[in-house]
DNA sequence: ATGGTCGGCAACCGA
């Protein structure tokens, strides 16, 4: 089983992209994030005639979440509200006996901001809701832009960032939440050198050329599913294409 | 070389 994870940063502007990587790469699963289109506008047709069923949910210019499958997603789900506020951030679903959720977490603007607050909030509802709802045993499949680096490895530059939004920590206090409920970080169990991102800021000229990056995309698994992984890896290929996204896609094969 | 991010969506906001 091979599953990805992509912040498209709109499915429109990213079509090309997204359906040529799914030709050239076959993933069972396909996690996006930041599709910026509302569910009526959504390209079904286009992700059908690829082979893929659909589940979506998005809302006008901001947020928005699919997940490309080969099989239908069962039991799905598309609202996780937090603080009264209903974001398209959230979706969950069962593959045949793998239950999966994609998540598009608040990026957070700035410590100290309501913002960064609801971030916190988000990430400390999700942790519940998991909890709640899932065993550590079973597998599930947790993946998406966390828009958190967890450690120095997965930031260009921590000495500068440290404490900013995606490298503070009380962000990865709630990460580590995270790993301490029993999920795994796929990629990291596989890939443990090299200065390897998911994600380039625009606004830095020649970011990605220069590999300034972050690595804040995740696929995390519980361990029986861990257990199967065999590798995991950044599709960085897919950045080079004629309009990039400013993240790429995040891959991991399961046995 | 006298500039320098994108996307959505219609003036800026968000990332």
Redesign the pocket.
Known sequence: MKVATF?A??????LPVILGWLKREAPDILFLQ?T???DVDFPVDSVKAAGYHAVFRGQ????GVAVLSKSPLTDVETSLPVEDVDEARFISGRAGDIHVINVYV????EPGSD?FRFKLAWLDHLLRHIADYYDPSSPLLTAGDL?VAFTEMDLFDPEGFRGKVGFHPDEQALLRRFFDWGLVDIFRKHVTEGDEYTFW???I?NGFKRNMGWRIDYILATAPLAERSRSAWIDKKARAMP?P??HTFLVAEFE
């Open positions: 912040n940063n709109s499915i429109r502007a990213r930041e910026k289109v509302q006008k210019s901001y947020n608040p990026q957070g603007f913002k828009n800021d625009y606004r000229p309009k996204s400013d």
